[in-house]
């Protein structure tokens, strides 16, 4: 049983608000991630994170910011919400290097008015 | 660019069927493969993961194939059931970007009752 959390499961906001995706692991991990779902099609990376204060942007453009103040918290934030920011979001962890799984949480549905 | 491609993009076998589920990598210098289930609006739920040395990986009634060479691998799934309705990923990671998955877009299987 993955021990990774993301809050919350479900987001309606209307444009140009400001918002933070939550991202918590309990396992210690140093790798971390968020992805990009759109229905029907396949996960992009956006951000990564080697382990505190380290940040990376992903293949898939973004205008979403993340930080790594601690291990275990990961989050990503956007500024100035618009529709096109409506997607899910999924956050991952991993250990060992390349040859590690990778966790995932739940997902939160993100839906901009 | 990895590039990885999943066959076919949907199913539907009726309950107590073998089936299998096909995906294909264009480099085959990976470090590892892995599989997830994806249910509707969720996270995704790591099902085997493959290191390159292995040729396959068992949990239950899934069985898991790699070859390299050939850039493939397989998902054999055994007497399906209605629980295995799911969308399954296949995915390889990166060389570099903290190796972040690259993932195909998966197969959507139903089983029928």
Request: net charge negative; proline share 5%; hydrophobic share 30%.
């Amino acid at each position: 049983e993955a021990d990774i959390y993301q809050t919350p499961r479900y987001l309606v906001i209307g444009t140009g608000k400001k918002i933070t995706l939550e991202c918590s692991q309990t396992m210690g991990h140093d790798k971390m991630y968020w992805y990009q779902q759109d229905p029907g099609m396949e996960l992009h990376l956006i951000h990564y994170s080697y382990g505190v204060n380290s940040t990376e942007k992903g293949d898939l453009s973004s205008e979403s910011t993340v930080s790594r103040i601690r291990t275990e918290h990961f989050p990503l934030t956007l500024e100035s919400a618009r529709p096109s920011h409506t997607s899910q979001y999924l956050c991952a962890s991993s250990d060992e290097g390349p040859v590690g799984i990778q966790y995932f949480g739940a997902g939160t549905r993100l839906s901009v008015l | 660019k990895q590039e990885v491609t999943q066959i076919p993009a949907a199913l539907s076998v009726p309950e107590g069927e073998n089936l299998v589920l096909n995906c294909s990598f264009t480099d085959s210098a990976i470090y590892n493969l892995q599989w997830f289930r994806q249910d509707p609006g969720k996270g995704l739920t790591s099902l085997l993961l493959i290191q390159s040395s292995q040729r396959e990986q068992t949990s239950g009634r899934l069985n898991a194939s790699l070859d390299k060479s050939s850039g493939r691998s397989t998902l054999y799934i055994a007497a399906s059931q209605p629980g295995d309705s799911a969308t399954y990923l296949c995915a390889v990671p990166t060389g570099d970007s903290g190796y972040a998955l690259n993932f195909g877009k998966g197969t959507s299987l139903l089983v029928t009752p």
